[in-house]
């Protein structure tokens, strides 16, 4: 049994509003299933980024050419081969919670970029984390945070975590991150709780998650998706609701949910361009480049420390 995530389940569903981290929503399952989500047509994020990153990553790999590149956050490594294809690095270091399924994804990298040195490091990028020597090593070194997990924070832990990956990817850093920006309530909704269920399988998933690992006895049936609006904090929040009233073991622990109770497991904050900006000044970066779409969108921001 993994203590940390008993520890941090049983710590949040004690809470007034339950609310676990978002982290745990990427086992093995979840990481395939997410990955099926960013080709939904409803999920705007993945194609509007990669429309950008069709102007911003050959002027990334014309600045930094041969940089070693440390991407956070892995999963799959989709993007990735877009970015080692425009900058041709020297290494590439994936972090990843989910080990298995960025182990699978290296193999992968190393087939298609035989002369490349891959290096995972399986951990947990929300937390302070140790590159590789030959990574530290490097000039230049480029972070990458593509799609749009940085809204997963709150404003203080985005700020939180721009800080530590600056401390993380050593003085003189770039770093290139990608952020969701703010835009109409329907589009948004629609693209957290689409048509197909996959966003709605990708939650549920962590209730299954629960049961395997910890021991629990959630009933999925007993649950139920919603997205929500919440525009005060300018963000999407991702629930699973209790449909009846209930009483749920987990690790030997009972919880009780009132019908319409939920379990809060993700935010994800919408940005203004000059808000973002804001944001990774206070954490010790330098915009140097922001490129949109025609839209204003989706913003992908290269940053240095």
Known sequence: MDTTFRDEVLAGLAR????????????????????????????????????????????????????????????????????????????YVPIDIAEDFMSEAAESLRAKFPKL?????????????????????????????????????????????????????????FFLVSADLVKSEDVLVRAYDDEEGVTAAFNLNLLTRMNRELAAGFDPQHFRHEARWNGDASRIEMHLVSALPQTVTVAGERFDFAE??????????????????????????????????????????????
């Open 260 to 305: 319409g109770e939920s379990i809060h497991t993700e935010n994800s904050h919408k940005y203004t361009q000059d808000g973002f900006a804001a944001l990774a000044d206070r954490a010790g970066w330098r915009t140097e480049r922001i490129w949109t779409d025609e839209r204003d969108w989706f913003g992908v921001f290269l940053l240095r420390s």
């Open 16 to 91: 007034a509003q339950k609310t676990l981290s978002p982290k745990w929503l990427y086992d093995d399952r979840g990481c395939v299933l997410f990955e099926d989500i960013t080709s939904l047509d409803a999920y705007y994020p993945t194609r509007t980024e990669a429309a950008i990153f069709d102007a911003a990553l050959p002027e990334v790999g014309e600045r930094l050419p041969g940089a070693a590149v440390a991407e956070f956050g892995s999963g799959a490594s989709v993007k990735s081969v877009r970015l080692i294809e425009a900058v041709d690095p020297v290494l």
């Open 117 to 173: 040195e891959v290096l995972p490091v399986a951990a947990d990028f929300t937390e302070p984390a140790a590159l590789p020597e030959a990574f530290l090593g490097a000039e230049p070194r480029l972070g990458f945070f593509p799609g749009s997990t940085i809204g997963n924070f709150d404003a203080g832990g985005a700020e939180a975590f721009l800080r530590r990956s600056r401390e993380t990817l050593g003085p003189g850093a």
